[in-house]
């Protein structure tokens, strides 16, 4: 189910994965402040809980997500992956359609968290609108 982010050798089937993404702008105080720096910070005890693989990933292009990630300070904490074409976002069914704002953000993915294990999805906590309530670190953590 995840052979877009996983590089498809036996290895990765066994693993726990912790999917994330949130609405891909630097703009949005929840991404810069929460979300993503939740999962960078909880990133020890989500692996000491068996996740095996933290990605972030979002609806823009691999510069913007290397540009956040030198921003934000994240080393190998979390992989911030890119979905630019938003075929992951279409195959999950999470995107969210803002070409009709002014501003023209097109078609991008609604925040959420996924904790996958073995190829399969076990947690999709996914948000509403612009809320972050259910798709933290710490909803995971919980989770697990």
């Known amino acids: ?38 999962f960078v910070s909880k990133a020890g005890e989500l692996r000491s809980k068996g996740v095996d ?25 979390v992989m911030l992956l890119s979905d630019g074409n938003g075929e992951f976002t279409g195959k999950l069914g ?10 023209g953000l097109g078609v991008r993915s609604r925040r959420y968290a996924i904790l996958a294990e073995d190829g399969v999805v ?7 609108g612009g809320a972050f309530t259910n798709s933290g670190a710490e909803d995971m953590l919980k989770a697990l």
């Open 122 to 128: 076990k947690v999709l906590n996914l948000e509403e």
């Open 1 to 38: 189910m995840f052979s877009v982010i996983s590089s498809g050798s036996e290895e990765n089937n066994d693993s726990g994965w912790q999917i994330f993404s949130f609405f891909g702008s630097t703009s949005s105080k929840v991404m810069i402040m929460k979300h993503v720096p939740g």
């Open 94 to 103: 999470v995107e969210l359609d803002l070409r009709d704002k002014p501003v």
């Open 53 to 77: 693989v933290i990605a972030c990933v979002s609806v823009n292009d691999a510069f913007v997500m290397e540009a956040w990630r030198k921003d934000l300070g994240i080393e190998d904490e």
